[in-house]
């Protein structure tokens, strides 16, 4: 039965006929593009689902390699999207923009093989106006003077992808702001982290910006260099560079509550000391900034070159060296098999075996037609979208959450989790076949998801060269040419490696930051407790907006981009109020802070992390978790779609009535 008929509008010919410009080249493209979004395409334009429910039960699920149609079918499909684009490039039909909420949910539905939740159709149609259009921005209501607009002046630190963000917003909303980054590039952790084999686990045309979709993306899972080279194009495209002060590192950050100010002192590249001044401040370093340098006695006695690897040392040449590389996570498991080739001898030092699933895409390239049917197809790219959105999501969040009942807990948390770890416990003994003393190191004794699920990068492969040893023992001490185990064996070696991860539980650490009456936020949240209302804004501290903060790491699957589109809407919000308001600052609510926090904690304690006895990096001294968010993405999206003033208290302009001093740039001084 054909959906759609009420929704005709006039969506012009001329978005449709790059498309069919050249029918071959559509074609050909076709065939190599992935089927299931050409379907979705076809099923929107036309309103005709009858190819949608032939195709669905040939899906199971959101990645490519989960939907298999017969060739026959798949043929039907383009041929009949090629009329589609005919039409609407001649004008003969007139589709409409996008789909409606039902429109959406059915055709979702049909593309994922299972039924979609309530809101996901709200959620990502929210982010539809065509391609490269957002709908997440914040308008005015009541558009402010713009010259009270230019009075306010907003204090970012960092420039990854959440500082960028910022920066992004708010110069599309009129508003002055300064970029404070300590390094000499933008791209923040993609930065920072250029190691042999960094990149990404999330499938890259989700882990983007849903206003700045990339669509010649060279893999579906893309290496560093050209993660890094978007953030940087970025920067220029939407003209945030001018606004950025690189090499200036963030020392303190102190709030005048008489002036409803920040003032953010910084380490200037010459070493002087200058100050920033905002009426906003907004930290945007995220969690994974500082690197945690184990506390192994001797490390610094050892004799041979010994760096992290967020600190990777590119003047090494590994070639014919034995080389020690400590810890088994993320990023031991793209360092590992990209370096084993080139060393004499690669010693794998391991606390704990790391679960890691094969993903099938994860070191294919993205073929060229898929390429051409993503820069020329209208609406191909949004469906493409969401159904990685949906297959790297929220898909997996019920199997992570604690049964009661079942039988098992020592090893999985219900039948959904314990297939989970069936499946993939037979893939590692398929991957090291004829190795049981390699598949007796590599088999956790955890739940999946108890610390962060991996990609296998081809690492179980690596730990069968002959030039590989897996040291199934914890770091005892360091010798000046050596690394003793904690069993006592003693293994020579000429290049320490840390693959140790970050310093999560200390967020915003180094920095100083005081708000109202003297508070300091280091005595709020201890050393390791952090803490804020929807992971963005803590009471106590006017102004301050933290972005990635506490709680709001991604651990069950999702984008960090997506995340934060959320968090920067949200503080946009705020700032409307603070603006059209003409107030002087707006500060967390003590109840909602702490009701907020409680009932993240409780939904922790169902959650596989918390499974007993596990350790992670998700977790404070205490065993909080202080890094992952609980909730679904479609649960945050949520929670932060609308700001509830009653959640915040406000302070009002100067007495006289008008608005607060122009503040920005302070003189830098010459204390050293």
Aim: hydrophobic letters at 40%; charged letters at 20%; aromatic letters at 10%.
């Amino acid at each position: 039965m054909p959906i759609g008929a009420d929704q005709i509008s006039a969506l012009p010919a001329a978005v449709f006929q790059s498309a069919v410009a050249d029918e071959q080249a559509l074609r050909a493209a076709l065939r190599e593009a992935d089927i299931v979004p050409q379907l979705l395409v076809y099923a929107q334009l036309t309103g005709d689902t009858e190819l949608l429910d032939e195709a669905r039960p040939y899906v199971q699920g959101g990645w490519s390699y989960q939907q298999i149609l017969p060739d026959e079918l798949a043929t039907r499909i383009q041929d009949a999207l090629v009329r589609a684009l005919k039409d609407a490039a001649s004008g003969a039909s007139r589709p409409a923009p996008r789909p409606s909420v039902e429109q959406f949910r059915r055709l979702m539905s049909a593309g994922i093989g299972t039924e979609l939740p309530p809101n996901y159709a709200e959620m990502w149609l929210e982010e539809w106006n065509g391609e490269g259009q957002d709908l997440r921005s914040v308008p005015w209501r009541s558009e402010p003077d713009l010259a009270e607009r230019k009075r306010f002046n907003v204090v970012i630190v960092g420039a990854g992808l959440a500082g960028l963000c910022m920066g992004i917003k708010l110069r599309e909303a009129g508003i002055p702001f300064v970029i404070l980054e300590k390094n000499t590039e933008v791209g923040g952790t993609w930065y920072e982290n250029s190691y042999p084999g960094a990149g990404v686990d999330i499938p890259n045309h989700f882990y983007s910006f849903s206003f700045a979709p990339k669509h010649d993306w060279s893999r579906h899972f893309a290496k560093r260099d050209e993660l890094w080279a978007y953030l940087d194009q970025l920067t220029d495209r939407f003209g945030i560079r001018e606004h950025i002060r690189f090499g200036t590192e963030v020392a303190s950050a102190e709030y005048d509550e008489a002036r409803s100010i920040w003032t953010v002192t910084t380490r200037e590249p010459d070493g002087r000391i200058a100050t920033v001044t905002g009426n906003v401040f907004v930290p945007a370093v995220g969690q994974l900034n500082r690197p945690k340098i184990p506390n192994i006695p001797g490390l610094d006695t050892f004799k041979g070159p010994a760096f992290h690897t967020a600190r990777w040392d590119h003047g090494q040449d590994l070639a014919g060296r034995i080389v020690a590389l400590i810890g088994t996570g993320a990023s031991s498991m793209q360092v590992g098999p990209s370096i084993a080739g080139e060393v004499e001898k690669l010693l794998v030092f391991q606390r704990s075996p790391s679960w890691a699933a094969l993903n099938p895409n994860y070191q294919r390239e993205v073929s060229e037609g898929m390429r051409w049917a993503l820069a020329h197809i209208p609406f191909f790219g949004r469906w493409y979208r969401y159904l990685l959105f949906w297959a790297s999501g929220d898909v997996l969040h019920p199997s992570l959450q604690v049964d009661p009942t079942w039988p098992h807990p020592e090893r999985s948390l219900n039948p959904q989790n314990d297939a989970m770890r069936q499946s993939l416990t037979a893939y590692i003994r398929q991957e090291l076949d004829g190795r049981p003393d390699l598949v007796a190191k590599s088999v956790p004794s955890y739940p999946p998801y108890g610390k962060r699920m991996l990609r296998d990068n081809g690492w179980y492969r690596m730990l069968k060269r002959p030039n590989v040893e897996l040291i199934d023992a914890e770091v005892s001490r360091v010798t000046p040419d050596a690394i003793v185990d904690g069993e006592g064996r003693t293994h020579p070696v000429d290049v320490i490696v840390l693959a140790t991860g970050f310093q999560a539980s200390r967020m915003l650490w180094p920095m100083k930051v005081v708000g109202r009456a003297g508070l300091s936020l280091h005595d709020v949240w201890g050393e390791d407790d952090p803490r804020a209302y929807l992971g963005i804004t803590v009471p106590g501290f006017p102004n301050m907006f933290v972005l990635y903060g506490p709680n709001t790491n991604l651990a069950h699957g999702g984008s960090l981009f997506f995340h934060t589109e959320c968090q920067v809407r949200y503080v946009m919000q705020a700032l409307r109020e603070l603006l059209e308001g003409g107030l002087a600052a707006i500060e967390c609510r003590t109840e909602p802070f702490e009701r907020y926090n409680a009932q993240l904690d409780e939904a922790h304690r169902s959650m596989v992390w918390n499974h007993r006895g596990m350790s992670n990096w998700y977790k404070n001294s205490r065993g909080r978790v202080v890094a992952n968010s609980p909730w679904r993405l479609v649960d945050y999206w949520k929670l932060t779609a609308e700001l509830d003033p009653a959640d915040f208290q406000f302070t009002p302009s100067q007495a006289d009535g008008k608005a607060a001093p122009r503040v920005g740039l302070a003189p830098a001084s010459s204390a050293a």
